[in-house]
Each structure stands twice: as structure tokens, then as C-alpha cells.
């Protein structure tokens, strides 16, 4: 039984198999358990049995690099025979035969700077929150070898990374539904999770990996993002949306800076941080405060009251503070902002990528695929304080 659970080139879906052809990059879109990271991880370990090497490992984080592509059920680790099984040492893994690949972290692009590969395996590339920047700077190292070539196995979603990789002539596209893997899948899962979300837009995305452009009932579009560049802003505000705690497990702290641009408004920059201590997002809401020469920093204080404040007096006493309480829904709050949009009036500068995502996911629910949406909280307080507020209240200084 053994023998045959290692025997990939015996039993792996057509699919499962790199394509035939002269390709630079391997997209690999399939829904939930459709095996895209079996797939990954045999590829990993034929390329380690052709010497082929040095190779770079790229999760979301580092986190579910080792925790999904590594050590996961499907993983490099639990793929290989004992003889041939590789050894993680911190953020390396080690063949028996000299090869060796390094872990890095989607979210920490710098990290890219400097080492050199011969092939990569980058892992839910549509998750990755800084997309483009952690793509771009990966090719500059992937140069070693006669063919460098990279997978990149993910469930799709409308980013402007799997964009570019569908249109890119280098790529070779494979689909993969997660019915198609349903020997290997637990009869519960089929019934319960495929059955019920099975024909809906949710269901299409995650189970039949297919691209889905925009969510239809999603207050934001993609088309309404109007880039913009060499404004100078007028009016500068830094909207914060602080988590309910600080661990490791919380939600993220959104944090965005928006300026007011004639009757409009311009979003400048992503400032999100996770994990959200507190005097973490403090600090990064105040660098944020002084770097774009904001005048008030806007604070969601529902969970937090006049803890939330003393928090940024910490880090600097003289920021000038606007404390915002929720009186309505999420979506209801957002819904004026997102007609503004509608509207022309609020553009942003590139990169906002994470953000546009999770606003073209902000669902009805209030939650962005399941998630909170703190980078749209944080938005709508910028633009409401910029754009909406007809009266406003003395900014109160701590």
C-alpha cells in the first residue's frame, strides 16, 4: 500500500501532471481538494530527484508554508519515501542528494532580495496580500539553470497577479474541479460542502476553479478602481479599525490613508497591519500620520472606547484623535461610500491590491470571503470623514 501511495506516476490525475511544451509558468487553478497541492508538492520532489535546484517554496505566510506546503497531509514531506525524504532545518529543506529549498513568505517581498533559484512552487498565489510586488521580485531571483521554470497552484480569484498570468504567453493554464478528485475526498465533504454550495458563484469559484470576476451582489466592481497618479491631496485623514483583541488569531487592524482631492477623494496608501497588538497598529497608524502630513487620525472605538485612544497617546500624545462609533451595519455604512465610487469621485494610487480585493469580496453579510473585512471598515471611515461629513465635531487632541 505503501509503494503505491508513492508511485505518483501511477495513479496522478492527467492534470496533476506538468504539461508538455516550452513554459516558464505552471498555473494550476482547481477547487478546494481538487489535489492542486499534491500536484505542487510531487513536482517539488521530481525536480529534487533531477537535481534540479536551488528551489524556492512561497506560501501566504510562513506559517502555512511549513504547515500546508511542507509538513500539510498532501506536503513535500509526506510525499517522499524514507530514503528519499528531505530534512527541514528552520526555513530550509535538505534532500538526501544535496538539493535544497527555501521557504519564504509571500508577505515579505524584501526577503526575495538576493538569493537565486532554479525553480519555484508558489502556493495560493490568489491569497497572497501583496501579490504583484512578491511575484516581481521572486522573478528576479528565479535565473539559475538552463529553464527556470515556477508553479503556481491556487484557487482562483479576480487578482491582478492571476490576471497578468492568464495573459502572460508563458504560462500554461490547467483547471481542476474538486469533484475530480473525489476518490481521494471523504464522502461527507462531497455531500455536505460540495451539494450545498454546488451551481452558486461561491461554489464556482472554490469548488469548480473557475474565475470569477466579480462577486454580482458586491457594493465594488473592479471597473469602478480609476487609477491615479501625481495628485497632491488636500485635506489628509488616517482611518483606523482596531481589532476586538490582539493576538495572533484576531482579525487584522485596518489602517487606511485617504486624502481629499476637489469634490473627490484619493485613497494613498494600505497601512493594514496583522498581528494586530496594539501598540503595533498604533505605531503604524501614527508613522502613517506623519509620513502622509495627515491631520486627524479616525478610530473605530466600539470594541475598544477610551482604551483605543490611549493606546495611540502612547505612541504619541499630540496626534490629533476623531473617535467614530458604529450606529448601523457594516454594509450599510459602506454603501454611500461605495456610490461615491459609482460616482467617480474616490480613485486610488497602484498597489492597492489587497484592499481592491477585499472590496470586490465585501458581501451583503459583512464579511469579506468569510472574513472581516477591516481594510473596507477602515475605507469607509476615511472616505465618510473625508466626503460625508457635513458637520464635524471638534477634533479632539489626547
Not at 544535496?98 to 526575495?112: C, K, N
Not at 485635506?235 to 482596531?242: C, E, G, L
Not at 485617504?258 to 497601512?271: K, M, N, Q, S, Y
Request: glycine share 10%; hydrophobic share 40%.
Amino acid at each position: 500500500m505503501a509503494e503505491h501511495y508513492y508511485d505518483w506516476d501511477r495513479w496522478a490525475l492527467d492534470k496533476q501532471r506538468p504539461p508538455q511544451g516550452d513554459w516558464t509558468t505552471w498555473l494550476l487553478l482547481g477547487g478546494r481538494g481538487s489535489g492542486k497541492t499534491r500536484a505542487g508538492a510531487e513536482w517539488v520532489r521530481g525536480l529534487a530527484a533531477r537535481r534540479i535546484g536551488p528551489i524556492a517554496l512561497v506560501g501566504e505566510t510562513m506559517t502555512e508554508a511549513i504547515s500546508i506546503m511542507v509538513r500539510g497531509e498532501s506536503g513535500i514531506l509526506n510525499v517522499h519515501p524514507d530514503e528519499d525524504r528531505p530534512v527541514l532545518k528552520g526555513q530550509r529543506l535538505i534532500w538526501p542528494n544535496g538539493i535544497e529549498a527555501t521557504i519564504l513568505s509571500a508577505s515579505d517581498p524584501d526577503r526575495f532580495r538576493g538569493p537565486q533559484f532554479a525553480a519555484a512552487w508558489c502556493d495560493e498565489v490568489g491569497k497572497w496580500p501583496r501579490a504583484e510586488e512578491a511575484w516581481d521580485m521572486l522573478q528576479f531571483g528565479l535565473r539559475l539553470g538552463e529553464r527556470p521554470q515556477q508553479l503556481a497552484t491556487t484557487t482562483p480569484r479576480p487578482t491582478r497577479l492571476l490576471k497578468r498570468l492568464l495573459d502572460d504567453a508563458h504560462t500554461v493554464v490547467t483547471r481542476m474541479a474538486t469533484a475530480e478528485n473525489k476518490a481521494h475526498l471523504a464522502p461527507q465533504f462531497l455531500d455536505a460542502i460540495v451539494g450545498r454550495y454546488r451551481g452558486s458563484v461561491l461554489g464556482r469559484q472554490e469548488l469548480e476553479g473557475e474565475l470569477i470576476e466579480d462577486r454580482p451582489d458586491a457594493l465594488w466592481q473592479r471597473a469602478m478602481f480609476a487609477p491615479v497618479s501625481g495628485v497632491v491631496p488636500g485635506r489628509v485623514v488616517v482611518a483606523v479599525d482596531p481589532p476586538v483583541t490582539g493576538t495572533a488569531k484576531s482579525d487584522a487592524c485596518g489602517i487606511i490613508v485617504a486624502g481629499r482631492v476637489g469634490e473627490g477623494a484619493v485613497v494613498l496608501e494600505d497601512c493594514t497591519v496583522k498581528p494586530a497588538a496594539p501598540l503595533a497598529w498604533a505605531r503604524r497608524a501614527v508613522a502613517a500620520f506623519h509620513a502622509h502630513g495627515a491631520d486627524t487620525i479616525v478610530v473605530e472605538v466600539n470594541q475598544g472606547g477610551d482604551l483605543v485612544q490611549s493606546v495611540i497617546e502612547q505612541i504619541d500624545g499630540k496626534v490629533p484623535v476623531r473617535a467614530v462609533r458604529a450606529n448601523r451595519g457594516k454594509w450599510l455604512r459602506a454603501e454611500p461610500v461605495a456610490a461615491l465610487y459609482g460616482r467617480g469621485l474616490v480613485r486610488h494610487v497602484a498597489g492597492l491590491t489587497a484592499l481592491e480585493d477585499e472590496m470586490c469580496s465585501f458581501g451583503p453579510d459583512g464579511k469579506s470571503d468569510g472574513h472581516s473585512p477591516d481594510r473596507v471598515d477602515a475605507l469607509v471611515w476615511a472616505v465618510t470623514e473625508l466626503l460625508l461629513e457635513e458637520t464635524r465635531p471638534r477634533v479632539r487632541g489626547i
